[in-house]
């Protein structure tokens, strides 16, 4: 199987920075796209940012400008520096990635077990 771990988060002020990363490991015949999801209390899980293995990326509109998103391939990481926090980007962080475990294999989706990130004076 494929495990994802996460490392980063905690609790910083506004305008604040963090950094998460995540590690991909396992049957990880294939990583197509990496990438972070986030969810607040009382609300739906939302992507925040994901890359593919080409490196073309996708932001969520309430991040673009202030969190970037970066990946190893040759390491299976992907990693978010969140800059300018804001409270609202308070929330339980997910790492994710869509991953082939085998030649000729369907590609799954596999979440990490998520990391907490408050934002608050």
């Known amino acids: 199987q494929v495990q994802l771990v996460e490392s980063g988060g905690g609790l910083v002020q506004p305008g604040g920075s963090l950094r998460l990363s995540c590690a991909a490991s396992g049957s990880t015949f294939s990583i197509n796209r990496m990438g972070w999801y986030r969810q607040a209390p009382g609300r739906q899980r939302e992507l925040v940012a994901v890359?593919?293995?080409?490196?073309?990326?996708q932001y969520a509109d309430s991040v673009k400008g202030r969190f970037i998103i970066g990946r190893d391939n040759a390491k299976n990481t992907v990693s978010l520096q969140m800059s300018s926090l804001k409270p609202e980007d308070t929330a339980v962080y997910y790492c994710n990635a869509i991953v082939r475990t085998g030649w000729g294999k369907t590609p799954n989706d596999y979440w990490g077990q998520g990391t907490q990130v408050t934002v608050s004076s």
């Open positions: 890359i593919t293995s080409g490196d073309i990326t």
